[in-house]
Nanobody, 119 residues
Framework: QVQLVESGGGLVQAGGSLRLSCAASGRTFSSYAMGWFRQAPGKEREFVAGVSSSGRSTLYADSVKGRFTISRDNAKNTVYLQMNSLKAEDTAVYYC????????????WGQGTQVTVSS
């Protein structure tokens, strides 16, 4: 069992930055790939970024490539999402997820944190 708790969301102006954190419970954190998803009002949840269990491999949605950076610290059981050059269209609830089998169906989800970018 893995429990995920996100933090770091908030209100920011367009062009600004935020860093999201996701703290995981359990001793198996380092065996999971970790990812971030987001869901904007009236839209489906979408994949944003993922990082392998070791942290050596990352994957990004085209819409955030070059602006967002995902990283993890296995010693702290935490995954991060650094978001720079934020745009109004980045406004969404951001969810942390843990997976051992790809990003179609992560096994565990956090409760989400709201990110609002004002234009």
């Amino acid at each position: 069992q893995v429990q995920l708790v996100e933090s770091g969301g908030g209100l920011v102006q367009a062009g600004g930055s935020l860093r999201l954190s996701c703290a995981a419970s359990g001793r198996t954190f380092s065996s999971y790939a970790m990812g971030w998803f987001r869901q904007a009002p009236g839209k489906e949840r979408e994949f944003v970024a993922g990082v392998s269990s070791s942290g050596r491999s990352t994957l990004y949605a085209d819409s955030v490539k070059g602006r967002f950076t995902i990283s993890r610290d296995n010693a702290k059981n935490t995954v991060y999402l650094q978001m720079n050059s934020l745009k109004a269209e980045d406004t969404a609830v951001y969810y942390c997820a843990a997976s051992k089998s790809g990003w179609d169906r992560p096994e565990y989800w956090g409760q989400g944190t709201q990110v609002t970018v004002s234009s």
